[in-house]
């Protein structure tokens, strides 16, 4: 399990070893996590990896985007801050990384 605060130092992590679920937030520094979903789904290696939201924007403003992230970029499902335990993030990172 590796833990990153950005887009490059995550692909950079990704390519020394391959995960088998990514979580992420979409509001990341310098770049966002769509600008990140579209550079990692680049890598035809990374194309099947699960990708978990977890974010701070709420549902509302989600609503739109969701359908995209999960058709187009891959994303299996969309957690929300706060209320999202790191209980329930491990869980399903692990049920996550089993399906791969």
């Known amino acids: 399990m590796a833990w990153v605060s950005g887009a490059q130092t995550a692909v950079d992590a990704a390519d020394k070893k391959m995960p088998d679920v990514v979580i992420l937030e979409l509001q990341l520094p310098q770049h966002n996590g769509v600008e990140f979903l579209h550079e990692f789904r680049s ?3 990374w194309a099947n990896i699960p990708v978990v ?6 549902p509302a403003r989600m609503m739109l985007a969701k359908a995209t992230l999960q058709r187009d970029l891959g ?3 969309i ?3 706060p209320r ?3 209980q329930d993030i ?3 990172a692990r049920e996550y990384s089993q399906s791969v």
């Open 43 to 45: 890598y035809t290696e």
């Open 53 to 58: 939201i977890n974010t701070t924007l709420s």
């Open 75 to 77: 994303v299996v499902d």
């Open 79 to 81: 957690l929300y801050k």
């Open 84 to 86: 999202t335990t790191l």
């Open 90 to 92: 491990i869980r399903l």
